[in-house]
Every structure is written in structure tokens, then in C-alpha cells.
């Protein structure tokens, strides 16, 4: 008879919020935040919080499932192996319940206390994130964050259509920068950490096809993304606030990505411009989303 294997002690509360990916998905929430803040409608500050908890609750869920589903190979990474199911600190059943009931919930509140548009997105979002790149794409083939950064686009679709209750053309344009941003964001990282997929067997871009191919690839996606930033401003979406400060902020992404692109070094430190590429596209789509809030209230 061979012994039960033991069971771990409860999961501690840290655990469960390392599973839904709280940095990341700050930016992810905050997308969300602004694609609500920036529709011509107003939205009941009791509502509003409500759907901003929804999607942060969602987004969690799927970055716990996502963790739930990819235990195996986070294991394998270096920048992965110390997160709660890994590292053995939790039950891989306890994340999969977690998730499962967390996005659950997410879902049904968004429909009940806010709108049935936003909370069918929401769900989408996750379905995507978690079905679509998590268990399908990402273990297949190079153009898995391409495609599955469609999920992580959704949140300010997800915001305005909790306001408005509809999807419009200015959060459309935000879907498709957020989307066309993600391929910039990702491989710049990705060349800097390309043996810990590797090693893991993810087939990401720099993997299959090469450093050279990659930042190509890196360099092409940023002529669109640069075009959906810009793009609200001369339809009259946006005023000059927004205009502006995407101009000038897309033209140093631009800048950044073209460095990368043609594989400029910078004296002996091995992928300084790759390592700042990741570090700003973050602060980009920061100050891109909170410009627009600005836009839309002070213009
Ligand atoms: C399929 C799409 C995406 C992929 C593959 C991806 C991949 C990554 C990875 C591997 C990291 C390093 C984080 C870590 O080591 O734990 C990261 C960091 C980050 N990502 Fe992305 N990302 C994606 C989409 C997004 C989206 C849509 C957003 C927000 C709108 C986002 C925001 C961030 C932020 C804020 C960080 C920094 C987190 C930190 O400082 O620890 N990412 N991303
Ligand atoms: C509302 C809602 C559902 C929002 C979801 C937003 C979303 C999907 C964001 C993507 C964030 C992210 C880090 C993806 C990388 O997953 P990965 O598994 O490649 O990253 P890892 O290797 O660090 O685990």
C-alpha cells in the first residue's frame, strides 16, 4: 500500500495574490481604468469601482490559471521557478479552484451589477488568455503572443463597455494598440531571456527563428502600433492633450524599437537597448492611457 502523498499546508494568502500576477496586471487594470474613464458617458462611481474590481478579479483568475496550466515550465525558468506552484507551496488543484472561482465570480458580478456587454468581454478576455494562449498557442508556435496578446487588449474595451454598455471606435483603436504593442513589449524581453524558453521548450520568436529575426519583427510591429496611438488625435476622438503627448511619446518608442532593431550596442553592456525597450514600453502605455483620461476631463 503505497503511503498518500502528503498534502501541503494551507496556502498562504501571499500565494494566492502571487498567483494573479499583481504587476502585471496593475498595467492590465489600468488599461481598463481608462478605457471607462475616457467614454462621453458617466459612469456611477459605485459602478464604476464595481467594474474596475471585475476586471481585476478576471485578469487575476486568468493569470492564476495560467499558472495552474503552466506549472510544468515554470518550473524550468529561472525567472518563473519561485512562484507558489513551482516552488511547491501550493496545491496545483487549490490554484485551479481559485482561478476557476475567481473569474467565475468576476463574470457574474460584472453581468448583475454592471452591464452584460462588459461582462462578456470580460469573459472572453479570460477564455482567450486562458484557452486560446495559455493551453493552445504558446506551446506551438511563435506567433503565440501575437495572437494571444489579444486577451491582454480587451480591458479597455472591457471599461468603456461598462459605461456606455457598447464598444465604440475609440476603444477599438485602443484594443489594436494594446495589441500591436504587445509583439515590442514581449520580444524585447524575450531576447534577453531566451534560453529560459529554451531551456523549457516555448517556442517564442528569438527561439524558432533567431535574434535577427526578432528584432525585425520588433521593428515592423511598432510602424502599425505607432499608427493606432496617433491615430485618435487627427479623427477628432481625442483632443491635443492626448495628441501630443502620443506623438511624442510614440516617437521615442519608435526610436528605441528601430535601435533594437538594427541590433545597436551600447559599449560593453550586452542588451542595453533590448532591456530598455521592455523597461519603457511599460511606462509608454502608462502615460499613453492616463493622457487620454486627462484629455477627455480637462479638454
Ligand atoms: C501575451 C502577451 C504578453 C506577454 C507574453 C507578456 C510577457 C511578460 C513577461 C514575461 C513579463 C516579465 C514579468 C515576470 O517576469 O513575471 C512581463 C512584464 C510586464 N508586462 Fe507583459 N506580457 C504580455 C502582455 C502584457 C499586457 C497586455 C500588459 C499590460 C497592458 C503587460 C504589462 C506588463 C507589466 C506592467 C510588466 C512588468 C511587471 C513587473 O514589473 O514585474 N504585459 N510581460
Ligand atoms: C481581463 C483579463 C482577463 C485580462 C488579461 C490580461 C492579460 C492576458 C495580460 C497578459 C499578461 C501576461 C504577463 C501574459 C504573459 O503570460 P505568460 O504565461 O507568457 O507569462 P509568464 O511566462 O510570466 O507566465
Request: hydrophobic content about 60%; some cysteine; charged content about 10%.
Amino acid at each position: 500500500m503505497t503511503p498518500a502523498t502528503p498534502l501541503l499546508p494551507p496556502a498562504d494568502w501571499r500565494d494566492f495574490l502571487a498567483l494573479t500576477k499583481p504587476r502585471v496586471m496593475t498595467l492590465v487594470v489600468f488599461t481598463g481604468l481608462c478605457g471607462m474613464l475616457a467614454a462621453p458617458v458617466g459612469i456611477d462611481p459605485v459602478l464604476g469601482f464595481t467594474a474596475i474590481l471585475c476586471i481585476a478579479l478576471g485578469a487575476g483568475a486568468a493569470g492564476a490559471l495560467n499558472q495552474w496550466y503552466e506549472a510544468d515550465i515554470d518550473a524550468v525558468m529561472k525567472r518563473t521557478a519561485q512562484r507558489p506552484l513551482p516552488a511547491g507551496r501550493m496545491e496545483r488543484q487549490s490554484a485551479l479552484h481559485f482561478g476557476v472561482g475567481l473569474g467565475a465570480f468576476s463574470v457574474i458580478l460584472m453581468g448583475l451589477a454592471v452591464n452584460l456587454a462588459a461582462a462578456a468581454i470580460l469573459a472572453v478576455s479570460i477564455l482567450f488568455y486562458v484557452l486560446i494562449y495559455t493551453v493552445w498557442l504558446k506551446r506551438r508556435t511563435p506567433q503565440n503572443i501575437v495572437i494571444g496578446g489579444a486577451a491582454g487588449a480587451f480591458p479597455p474595451l472591457i471599461g468603456w463597455a461598462a459605461a456606455t454598455g457598447e464598444v465604440a471606435l475609440l476603444p477599438l483603436l485602443l484594443f489594436a494598440l494594446v495589441f500591436l504593442w504587445t509583439p515590442p513589449h514581449f520580444w524585447a524581453l524575450a531576447l534577453f531571456v531566451k534560453t529560459d524558453y529554451a531551456n523549457a521548450g516555448v517556442p517564442m520568436l528569438p527561439v524558432v527563428a533567431g535574434e535577427a529575426a526578432t528584432r525585425r519583427q520588433i521593428g515592423l510591429y511598432t510602424i502599425p502600433m505607432a499608427a493606432a496611438a496617433v491615430a485618435p488625435w487627427p479623427l477628432g476622438l481625442t483632443g491635443p492633450i492626448y495628441g501630443v503627448v502620443a506623438v511624442a511619446l510614440t516617437a521615442a518608442f519608435c526610436v528605441l524599437a528601430a535601435l533594437v532593431a538594427a541590433g545597436a550596442k551600447r559599449g560593453g553592456t550586452p542588451m542595453f537597448y533590448e532591456k530598455r525597450l521592455f523597461a519603457y514600453s511599460i511606462l509608454y502605455l502608462f502615460v499613453i492611457f492616463g493622457a487620454l483620461v486627462v484629455d477627455r476631463w480637462v479638454a
